[in-house]
């Protein structure tokens, strides 16, 4: 049985929706479409063109909000993509539901150190993820959708 499992990391310029395959319960191949790289219209198809032949979705979309000492623009920015995501998994009938990075950060055990700067987090989960998964190429922008597409692969 074919099942696609959905991982989205909503971020405002490096979000990503991570698509992890699997055939008879095996890892097959994961795919990533990264925000900053195509416009809303082109991600759209392209994550279209992924489910189109699937059994079983199972998707989880990263529970977010504004944080403090974020600027107007960049929350308003981040909540837009936000409803974008939301309206094409509905407009594509993806079932979803929403994690706390929190939540799914407990999952993994992962919990990021006060003193550790955004940079050194992403790293580390980049890092941490590159050992569960050795042969897949992965970047700070596309770590934590990743993490989220395992993370609903493992508890789905």
Known sequence: MNNIYIGI???SSSGCIALIYTIDNK???IHTIEFAKHTTK???KLLKQSIIFSCNISCVL???HGMPGMGVSSVSTFMKNVGHIE???LALDIP???VTPQTWMKYYNLKKDKTESKVEWKRRLREYLQRILPNQPISNNTADAI???YYTMKTN
Request: proline residues 5%.
């Open 9 to 11: 990391d909503p971020g």
């Open 27 to 29: 890892l097959k191949e």
């Open 42 to 44: 082109e991600w759209y």
């Open 62 to 64: 990263e529970k977010v």
């Open 87 to 89: 309206m094409a998994l």
């Open 96 to 98: 979803f539901k929403e």
């Open 147 to 149: 993490l989220i597409a």
